[in-house]
T-cell receptor
Framework: SAVISQKPSRDICQRGTSLTIQCQVD?????MFWYRQQPGQSLTLIAT?????????ESGFVIDKFPISRPNLTFSTLTVSNMSPEDSSIYLC????????????FGEGSWLTVV | QKEVEQDPGPLSVPEGAIVSLNCTYS??????FMWYRQYSRKGPELLMY????GNKEDGRFTAQVDKSSKYISLFIRDSQPSDSATYLC???????????FGTGTRLLVSP
């Protein structure tokens, strides 16, 4: 499976600010995804990051709040904009498993606390 | 009703016990079934992947899928303290479809 690196691994952010999370993969992948995992909750897909086109957002998530870039097949960023305490969560980058059905592999996550 | 239901636990067992983790689902279109393990403050790690019904074994881990009952299980034999983690089931239909995750079961294996 691909090695997925995320930065930052954790951060404490002030209310109203924005933070960009970077995701780097050690091989070219077709699909990259961003998930959110709120405390005590399961994983919720935010969007699919498409190389060379706009990201595809899931219901309840909008581009103004979570802008995403995908400049090439190994890199993506997710920005959490105008943060509030409700945005305190783990944000996970993931990539498709290529030849393993619909499996996906996750990075270590970025733990954000908004104060 | 959620598409995927999973008992949140925690499930506490002694070392060496056989552990059974389960998920039920409502969408009969699901064909791919996965189990992820998530240690505290880490990203989920893919443990097992199965397609359609049947069993799959990998070392101490066995995944079972019963599509007629819409029920999947993960068995862990000879459980170890290092197995203490949250176990998430996930599933999807055919073609490229997004995964639907359960809420996870927290497992505690005591020495």
């Amino acid at each position: 499976s691909a090695v997925i690196s995320q930065k930052p691994s954790r951060d404490i952010c002030q209310r109203g600010t924005s933070l960009t999370i970077q995701c780097q993969v050690d091989s070219q992948v077709t699909m990259m995804f961003w998930y959110r995992q709120q405390p005590g909750q399961s994983l919720t897909l935010i969007a699919t990051a498409n190389q060379g086109s706009e990201a595809t957002y899931e219901s309840g998530f909008v581009i103004d709040k979570f802008p995403i870039s995908r400049p090439n097949l190994t890199f993506s960023t997710l920005t959490v904009s105008n943060m509030s305490p409700e945005d305190s969560s783990i944000y996970l980058c993931s990539v498709d498993g290529q030849n393993s059905g619909n499996t996906i592999y996750f990075g270590e996550g970025s733990w954000l606390t908004v104060v | 009703q959620k598409e995927v239901e999973q008992d949140p636990g925690p499930l506490s067992v002694p070392e060496g016990a056989i552990v059974s983790l389960n998920c039920t689902y409502s969408n009969s279109a699901f064909q791919y079934f996965m189990w992820y393990r998530q240690y505290s403050r880490k990203g989920p790690e893919l443990l097992m992947y199965t397609y359609s019904s049947g069993n799959k074994e990998d070392g101490r881990f066995t995944a079972q899928v019963d599509k007629s009952s819409k029920y999947i299980s993960l068995f862990i034999r000879d459980s170890q303290p290092s197995d203490s983690a949250t176990y998430l089931c996930a599933m999807s239909g055919t073609g490229f479809q997004k995964l639907v995750f359960g809420t996870g079961t927290r497992l505690l294996v005591s020495p």
